[in-house]
């Protein structure tokens, strides 16, 4: 296991994992549709027309790993399934969200 102090890098990296996460099972839920044999084409999802994963966590696993390298390295981070669970998984407190940025460094952040 691995523990980093916060820094405003890396709390936007998480913000930004868990607000694709959100948008995702937002938007399944916004264009569900009836899944019967032969649904109207007028009610097809956005995923079925975009020919998209509807699995929410497959689109955010997508997601994240599709950030640039550099910016998940210069974070601390790296592109496996344990950091990916834990940055989805993160509390983000209301203490964390009212921080100044240079003082972040008090919380931390472990995978």
Known sequence: MKTLKMNARLLSIIGTVQAAKDLF????SLYECDRAEKPD????????????D????????????????EMVEAAGLVK????????????V????????FEH????????
Not at 43 to 52: A, E, T
Not at 54 to 69: E, G, Q
């Open 25 to 28: 099972i937002r938007e399944m």
């Open 41 to 52: 084409p007028a009610c097809l999802c956005y995923s079925d027309r975009m020919h998209g």
């Open 54 to 69: 509807d699995d929410y966590i497959t689109r955010t696993r997508n997601y994240f790993f599709a950030m640039a390298d």
């Open 80 to 91: 496996n399934e344990f950091c990916f669970e834990a940055l989805c998984r993160y509390q």
């Open 93 to 100: 407190t209301a203490d964390i969200s009212r921080t100044k």
């Open 104 to 111: 972040l460094g008090q919380y931390s952040f472990s995978y």
